[in-house]
């Protein structure tokens, strides 16, 4: 009886020791998330003093130069300055010379952004994409308006997931149609060579979106099915057995696509083995783009633009163009206000409910990650074994990454009727995740309306 007492006295003093150890690693782990926030809001609040004082000082140059005179002379001033900060802070003055015309812009023209940098509520990112998509929105009132709804966004999400949304509000509320735009750049579409160091080139391409996001899928298709057939084979379209070590070829993802892009526009295939062995007989590799194309316009009452989902605004006619040779297309209904997405049919009707999950999600919905969702599981958010429903607010697209961190980690999740995935971490903090498709419909006077349901 005492050496069975003892024995549970020295269990329990065991797992006394391991809470406590879990306690200390929370609050260490809590202490540091609170010092990395501080710093980057101290940081943030540097950079807009930064941005202000270089703004300050080209109107210094600008009232040393004076009115009129020769440009040659009345640049004298600002070439003077810029040199002077160039030298104080080990930079070159040409540099400084062109940071100063940027600092001005954000300074006169996004005095609200830099002053959500100035408070730590964005970082340097955000404003540099606010500013991008903003810059050709000429009008004050109208880039106000532009600039309340990034704002928004840029305070919940990252600046990739901020940047499709922002080119997309910015596209709303410009005062030229996209397709007179289009047809200007399109008209500038080029191949030009830019030779490199190490015997080394780049070869550039300026093709409308759909077209260029197009031949980067195909080209990504070809080079992943590549890298699947070399560890499946020996090299020579032999099948390895599964104790055997895979092909020697060991290029990188990146490599193989460079690869991949040479062989198709060189002789027509990407090599032998990926052409004639991994590609099943009949099975093409095609590429794929999606694209939103408001019903409006596509019926001609409206001039709401397209959107490459995920990436920047498509004109009507490309958009209209890839519609009508596509196998099949989704009605998306949407809450007008929130865009959140409330339902879907299809002319050719299959998979009901991954249909709605991509039209949803666009892309993984751990926060910040922007993994295209034909490359995500379907994640039920309350796990099945727990009773967890397969239907639309209880599924979401996860990458393999955050699929894994979800199941074989600390962290939790829960979804609510609006599509938000509210996200938990070991600590304890709280992250919320909205559906890519609300982020333009976002703005500062209805950011806070309620779902609809």
């Not at 509320?173 to 008209?187: F, G, I, K, M, W």
């Not at 397209?306 to 990436?311: K, P, R, Y």
């Not at 393999?400 to 829960?414: D, G, M, Q």
């Not at 938990?424 to 995740?433: L, N, S, V």
């Amino acid at each position: 009886m005492h050496s069975t007492s003892m024995s549970a006295r020295r269990r329990e003093s065991i797992a006394d020791d391991r809470a406590v150890a879990v306690d200390v690693s929370a609050a260490r782990v809590e202490a540091l998330l609170d010092e990395l926030a501080t710093i980057q809001r101290q940081a943030a609040a540097a950079h807009a003093r930064h941005l202000a004082l270089l703004a300050e000082a080209l109107e210094v140059a600008r009232a040393q130069a004076g009115p009129g005179g020769p440009s040659a002379v009345r640049d004298l001033p600002l070439r003077s300055l810029a040199a002077q900060i160039g030298a104080t802070l080990r930079v070159s003055d040409r540099t400084v010379q062109r940071q100063l015309s940027d600092a001005s812009v954000v300074t006169t023209r996004f005095a609200a952004t830099l002053g959500a940098l100035a408070s730590g509520d964005i970082t340097r990112a955000h404003l540099k994409v606010i500013a991008e998509a903003g810059l050709r929105l000429d009008d004050d009132e109208t880039r106000g308006a532009y600039e309340a709804a990034a704002l928004e966004i840029a305070r919940r999400e990252t600046p990739g997931r901020l940047r499709p949304a922002a080119r997309m509000s910015a596209e709303r509320l410009h005062p030229v149609s996209l397709e007179e735009r289009h047809r200007d750049a399109a008209a500038a579409r080029d191949v030009w060579v830019r030779d490199l160091d190490d015997g080394m080139a780049e070869i550039i391409a300026t093709l409308p979106a759909p077209i260029a996001h197009a031949i980067r899928d195909r080209v990504d298709q070809y080079a992943r099915r590549q890298l699947d057939h070399r560890d499946r084979t020996d090299g020579t379209g032999t099948l390895l057995d599964a104790a055997e070590p895979p092909a020697s070829d060991a290029r990188r993802i990146g490599e193989v696509r460079a690869d991949v892009f040479a062989d198709l526009l060189l002789t027509g295939h990407a090599t032998a083995e990926i052409s004639n062995a991994s590609i099943p007989e009949g099975e093409a590799i095609i590429a794929h783009v999606q694209v939103t194309v408001p019903v409006l316009t596509v019926l001609g009452a409206d001039t709401a633009p397209a959107e490459l989902t995920g990436h920047a605004p498509v004109d009507t006619a490309t958009a209209l163009r890839l519609a009508a040779t596509a196998p099949g297309w989704d009605r998306i209904l949407t809450y007008p206000i929130s865009g959140n997405v409330l339902a879907i049919d299809r002319y050719r009707p299959s998979d009901h409910l991954r249909r709605v999950l991509r039209a949803r999600d666009e892309h993984c919905r751990f926060p910040g990650c922007r993994m295209p969702t034909r490359r995500c599981d379907i994640d039920h958010t309350t796990a099945r074994e727990h009773d967890g429903p397969t239907e639309l607010g209880n599924l979401a697209h996860l990458c393999r990454r955050h699929h894994t961190l979800k199941h074989h980690s600390a962290w939790r999740v829960r979804q609510t009727p609006d599509g938000v995935l509210h996200w938990t971490t070991p600590t304890g903090r709280r992250h919320a995740d909205h559906p890519a498709r609300t982020l333009v419909f976002t703005s500062a006077d209805d950011a806070d309306s309620p779902p609809p349901f």
